[in-house]
């Protein structure tokens, strides 16, 4: 992986010198990580002129729970447990000789900007801008593989609770066992927190657990991810509990089914992000629930749950090839409850098959 993140650091670096600054400094931990291939908390990089230096707060521990860092990549620990990382790497920037330095002014804080001035006060400071987030959006075939087995840790997460009894059990419970089973199948931990919501809580967008038990002919949805060796994938779906469906619950479903469907296939590169957000949307608009839809149809994933792009209906831009992303509208019927549907794919040409599927869970409408 050494090259991996040599090519990447080099590609920003390209960036910089177009933008007049010879040096950066990264604080976003996701960029961090993708640049160096580690992110102990508190830590910056440090793209130099002579040596790009991962500034750490504390030694590193052997444990590796951020990733491991580049070989290529100095390591400096700060000798006193107050310092700060990214004041730090501006003092080292100075001493390579360095006249400017650019950096995430969407991530640093005003105090914090302000004491790297104080620090370097020759040192001009430019923004970074989005510029690695902008790198990260298209993802190479080794991440792509580490999403791809932390879709198979939510798919069998998933399967193991649908075969365990559920009516009676709390959706704060059933979303622990959740994350257990995570963790058992050799996931880092949840990449958010688990959403289970039954009855009149169903459907609901980022729903928080309650003490709310499951009962005969809930609609039950659930939305769990998977953080595998610092990638996030996630997966939603809806059942039905104990019981036939009802019919305005079939008709529910199928019409949620049928939106994410069209969300699904109009992935493809060169596909408009609202173009995406449209095929789903206008399904539900058209029947009636336009009124009540999400923000948004989809968004990015990576080692963000929520990163670029977003798949909403003023979004500007365009998809590329290897852009994970997920498709995940729903419907929500207050005191009633509703459906979401929610998955993890890659998008690919038509060449290459077609948006490839990292959750296979069935999407067909289950009693369980």
């Not at 657990?209 to 595998?228: I, K």
């Not at 049928?258 to 058209?286: E, F, K, S, T």
């Not at 419907?331 to 290459?352: C, F, K, N, Q, Y």
Request: charged letters at 25%.
């Amino acid at each position: 992986m050494s090259e991996v993140y040599a090519a990447r650091r080099e590609r920003l670096r390209e960036r910089c010198s177009a933008g007049g600054s010879a040096t950066a400094l990264i604080s976003r931990p996701a960029n961090v990580r993708y640049l160096s291939g580690a992110a102990p908390e508190g830590a910056v990089l440090l793209l130099g002129i002579d040596q790009d230096v991962l500034v750490c707060t504390a030694p590193l521990d052997d444990q590796h729970a951020d990733g491991r860092p580049d070989d290529a990549v100095r390591v400096h620990a700060l000798s006193g447990p107050a310092g700060d990382a990214a004041v730090a790497a501006a003092g080292l920037a100075a001493a390579q000789g360095a006249e400017s330095l650019a950096v995430e002014e969407h991530h640093l804080t005003v105090a914090r900007h302000r004491a790297l001035c104080s620090v370097a006060p020759r040192l001009r400071l430019g923004d970074l801008g989005g510029a690695v987030e902008q790198l990260r959006v298209v993802k190479d075939e080794e991440e792509i593989a580490l999403l791809r087995i932390g879709a198979e840790i939510v798919d069998q997460a998933l399967s193991e609770l649908l075969e365990s009894i559920l009516v009676g059990r709390t959706e704060r419970h059933l979303a622990l066992e959740l994350e257990r089973r995570l963790v058992d199948h050799g996931a880092d931990g949840p990449a958010f927190t688990t959403s289970v919501a039954a009855g009149p809580n169903s459907g609901r967008r980022g729903h928080r657990p309650t003490d709310r038990r499951v009962e005969e002919g809930d609609f039950l949805s659930v939305c769990l991810g998977a953080t595998y060796r610092g990638y996030r994938c996630e997966i939603g779906r809806t059942f039905v509990i104990g019981t036939s469906p009802a019919d305005w619950q079939i008709e529910l479903y199928d019409l949620v089914f049928a939106a994410q469907r069209a969300g699904r296939q109009a992935l493809a590169p060169g596909a408009a992000y609202r173009d995406v957000d449209r095929a789903a949307r206008q399904v539900l608009d058209y029947a009636g629930y336009g009124s009540g839809l999400s923000a948004l149809t989809g968004h990015g994933v990576g080692l963000e749950i929520d990163e670029d792009p977003q798949l909403a209906p003023a979004a500007m831009g365009k998809l590329d090839a290897c852009v994970p992303v997920t498709v995940e509208p729903g419907v929500h019927l207050p005191g009633r409850g509703g459906v979401r549907i929610d998955d993890t794919l890659v998008v690919r040409s038509e060449a290459d098959g077609g948006p490839e599927l990292l959750t296979i869970t069935t999407k067909e409408l289950l009693a369980l």
